[in-house]
Nanobody, 124 residues
Framework: QVQLVESGGGSVQAGDSLRLSCASS????????MGWFRQAPGKEREFVAA???????YYADSVKGRFTISRDNAKNTVDLQMNSLQPEDTAVYYC??????????????????WGQGTQVTVSS
C-alpha cells in the first residue's frame, strides 16, 4: 500500500511561484512513475506533469516552460515547481503514483494511488 501526502499549496498572486511536494510511504518508490494532476471546480481532473522511474518527464502544454517536476528517490518525494502562476492554474493539485509502470502516464487511468490534494489559488 502506498500513501501519498501533498504539501505546499496556498494562495498567491498572478506571476508568483509555488513549490508543491509529495511524500510517498511506498518502499518501492524508485519503481513507480509519479504524476501531478489538478482539478478545478466543475471540471474534470487533468494531467499537469509526470516523471517516470527513469527520470523522463512529461508536461501538459498549458504548463510547459512554467512548471518543473522532479523526484528525489532518496527521500521518496516528488516536487512540482510552479512559476509564473496564472489564475487559470487555480485548482486542487493531486499527486499520484503508477505502480504498474504504464507506457502512457499522462492519463488519470494510469495511476493507482492518489493523495488527498492541496489547494492552489492564484488571484489576478
Amino acid at each position: 500500500q502506498v500513501q501519498l501526502v501533498e504539501s505546499g499549496g496556498g494562495s498567491v498572486q498572478a506571476g508568483d511561484s509555488l513549490r508543491l511536494s509529495c511524500a510517498s510511504s511506498g518502499r518501492t518508490f524508485t519503481r513507480h512513475n509519479m504524476g501531478w494532476f489538478r482539478q478545478a471546480p466543475g471540471k474534470e481532473r487533468e494531467f499537469v506533469a509526470a516523471i517516470k522511474w527513469s527520470g523522463a518527464t512529461y508536461y501538459a502544454d498549458s504548463v510547459k516552460g512554467r512548471f518543473t517536476i522532479s523526484r528525489d528517490n532518496a527521500k521518496n518525494t516528488v516536487d512540482l515547481q510552479m512559476n509564473s502562476l496564472q489564475p487559470e492554474d487555480t485548482a486542487v493539485y493531486y499527486c499520484a503514483a503508477d505502480s504498474s509502470l504504464h507506457m502512457t502516464i499522462v492519463v488519470v487511468g494510469a495511476y493507482d494511488y492518489w493523495g488527498q490534494g492541496t489547494q492552489v489559488t492564484v488571484s489576478s
